[in-house]
């Protein structure tokens, strides 16, 4: 007979194609833990560390202004955008009431996720974490070396989708100067002595603390460059004190594509490749930290864009003027408008025909 969670597990979409053995070996190693009514699940600082997927009860998902975003139950999952690009949380999450949580601690999750191809998200696009071993609400955000994206620089009713920063690849040019340093300090107390010793330390020294400059403003190179996805848009923006910005508004990116070397396939590091309508036509952006995931995240956001889009647009457009000019005439037989009025106003409606 199937194991239970098996058979829970065959039906959420991101989970049908594995065969029974995988998916028995996910639940082997996941857990099973319990939300009372109205405690936190995640609040936002919490780094991106498992999968959630909802055995029972219910999940509010909130955005940092408090405005609820998702309302999710049985079946649906959670925790994935963190969890794929290994970012923090942006969102909190509130069990509605008693919840039974299946806990897909990341590395059976990045399994599942490479057999899938990706995740289908049900719920938004901040995900969540849990703690496995202590209460829900015992863990504490972990400080971020990296800005975040300023929040004021954001249109009205405009979220965060990601955050990133250049991979950590980006170091090392400064990284192999330092070993050049250091293996150059160790030759010069081995090999020299007396006062050449003595100066040529001194020199090493020199060399050392101007190393260490660079580094700073490298540090505060990367510190201060985001690459980052909206609701809207794709944002590029760099610079310590003198500011660069490139932004490509979702609607206009025709066509995403990466490339990784070899090597930049061990690292996780890569260059992605955006074509849209505008006079720059292609843009390549380097460095970029799993840069697979991250034109999946795009694509995804894309199509989100593309459907409330739609239905800004269907909303917008109202009744049609057949439709207006049928209900000015229960108006006017009601002797709510005048005859002269009915036939000014159909007029009027008939030539934005």
């Known amino acids: 007979m199937p194991h239970s969670l098996v058979q829970m597990l065959r039906g959420v979409p991101d989970f049908s194609p594995l065969d029974e053995r995988s998916l028995l070996a996910i639940v082997g190693e996941s857990l099973n833990l319990f939300w009372r009514a109205g405690s936190l699940i995640f609040e936002p600082g919490l780094p991106g560390d498992a999968l959630y997927i909802i055995l029972s009860g219910e999940v509010v998902i909130y955005a940092e202004t408090g405005e609820e975003v998702a309302r999710l139950g049985a079946g649906d999952s959670f925790g994935e955008i963190s969890l794929l690009l290994n970012t923090v949380h942006r969102r909190r999450a509130i069990a509605v009431g008693d919840c039974e949580l299946l806990v897909l601690p990341s590395r059976p999750s990045w399994r599942c996720c490479a057999r899938t191809n990706g995740w289908r998200s ?3 696009r901040s995900s969540t974490p849990a703690s496995r071993s202590r209460s829900p609400t015992s863990r504490r955000p972990r400080p971020e070396l990296a800005v975040p994206y300023p929040r004021k620089l954001l249109n009205p009713g405009e979220e965060i989708s990601f955050d990133l920063h250049p991979h950590w690849w980006y170091f090392v040019p400064v990284a192999t100067l330092a070993v050049v340093i250091a293996a150059a ?18 020199g090493v020294a020199v060399f050392a603390v101007i190393w260490l400059m660079a580094f700073l403003v490298k540090l505060a190179e990367w510190r201060t460059t985001h690459f980052v996805l909206t609701t809207d848009r794709l944002i590029v923006r760099s610079g310590v004190l003198s500011k660069q910005n490139r932004e490509i508004p979702l609607e206009r990116i ?3 594509s990466y490339h990784q070397s070899l090597f930049e396939r061990l690292v996780g590091a890569g260059d992605l490749v955006i074509e849209s309508a505008g006079e720059r036509g292609q843009d390549t952006f380097s460095r970029i930290p799993h840069p697979e995931r991250v034109e999946q995240l795009i694509y995804a956001e894309i199509e989100s864009n593309r459907q409330r889009t739609s239905g800004v647009h269907i909303e917008q457009q109202g009744p049609s003027i057949p439709n207006q000019i049928a209900e000015l005439a229960k108006l006017r037989d009601q002797g709510v408008v005048t005859d002269a009025e009915f036939q000014a106003k159909k007029t009027e409606l008939l030539s934005r025909m």
Do not use: K
């Open 122 to 124: 049900t719920s938004t």
């Open 254 to 256: 025709n066509d995403l």
């Open 185 to 202: 300090a160790v030759v010069v107390t081995v090999t020299l002595r007396d006062a050449t010793q003595t100066y040529t330390l001194l």
